[in-house]
């Protein structure tokens, strides 16, 4: 598994970009919605604590993750420096997280082969709630917080680039 033995919110702080003065955007979805607040707020407070402005943070929700590459196409139309995508799929009795995950990672994995503006891949898909707790601020550590230091890391990555 990804996340075995690895601890979502750990990283080196030096080698973090500063944040201030970014403009970033989340979009999160509202199904499993105590999992995905949870994530929200450590994205939110992790750019925070790198100096991106609250005012410069734009919170967008749509209703699931199937919505997400909707809502992250949009956002990145809009004056933002890299776009936050959170939601959770957890595995039910048909195929048809599969089906989620795949359509949301292929969807935002086109916007960031196609758009100048960063697309950060926040979404879990786990086989239930407990893995999800886990990842959301729990024993490995919250997925927010590790995508708030990737969009920093991406701004500084495209503001370096030429
Ligand atoms: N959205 C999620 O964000 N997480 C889920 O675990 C999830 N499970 C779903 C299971 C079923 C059977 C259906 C029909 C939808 C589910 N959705 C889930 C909602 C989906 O992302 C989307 O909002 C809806 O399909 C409407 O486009």
């Given at each position: ?98 089906y ?60 370096k680039?030429?």
């Amino acid at each position: 598994m990804a996340t075995q033995n690895h601890n979502l919110s750990d990283y080196d702080i030096n080698k973090v970009p500063d944040g201030t003065g970014m403009k970033m955007g989340i979009v999160v979805a509202e199904w499993n919605e105590n999992i995905t607040a949870a994530l929200l707020e450590g994205a939110k407070n992790t750019l925070m604590k790198h100096g991106v402005y609250p005012e410069d943070i734009t919170v967008k929700t749509v209703p699931g993750s199937f919505e997400l590459i909707y809502g992250a196409a949009q956002m990145v139309k809009t004056k933002v420096d890299a776009v936050i995508a959170i939601g959770c799929v957890i595995r039910g009795e048909t195929p048809h997280d599969r089906y989620i995950c795949q359509g949301v990672t292929q969807g935002l994995a086109h916007l960031n082969a196609t758009q100048d503006t960063p697309v950060i891949y926040g979404l879990i898909t786990t086989l239930d709630m407990e893995q999800a707790k886990d990842r959301a601020g729990g024993k490995l550590g919250n997925k927010g917080d590790e995508c708030a230091v990737t969009a920093l890391k991406m701004v500084d990555f495209m503001r370096k680039k030429d």
